[in-house]
Nanobody, 116 residues
Framework: VQLQASGGGLVQPGGSLSLSCAAS????????MGWYRQAPGKQRELVAT???????NYTDSVKGRFTISRDNGKKTVSLQMNSLKPEDTAVYYC???????????WGQGTQVTVSS
């Protein structure tokens, strides 16, 4: 199983970035996919999830700014981040959680830095 995240980088406040996570080795459409983030000195927190019915869930701090989406054919999950703020700075991880329970998987993380 591999979750390969990409798309992080340095952006100015108010800017946009798009993250992508490509999955392999899993039956992708039977997993809830999510993005999480961990800032220095803080615990990892949920950012957004999307289930196999394409139902989405967002943490309050990103509602209206971030959009999660998935492509079951390409086995990818994306996170479009707009109106970025310095407090969005963190390492972003994708996670695959099986709908019927069982082992979940993490990607390797991609750094997002929002700074002027």
């Amino acid at each position: 199983v591999q979750l390969q995240a990409s798309g992080g980088g340095l952006v100015q406040p108010g800017g946009s970035l798009s993250l992508s996570c490509a999955a392999s080795g899993i039956s992708f459409n039977t997993y809830t996919m999510g993005w999480y983030r961990q800032a220095p000195g803080k615990q990892r927190e949920l950012v957004a999830t999307i289930n196999f019915l394409f139902s989405t869930n967002y943490t309050d701090s990103v509602k209206g700014r971030f959009t999660i989406s998935r492509d079951n054919g390409k086995k990818t999950v994306s996170l479009q981040m707009n109106s970025l703020k310095p407090e969005d700075t963190a390492v972003y991880y994708c996670k695959a959680t099986p709908v019927l329970g069982g082992r979940y998987y993490w990607g390797q993380g991609t750094q997002v830095t929002v700074s002027s």
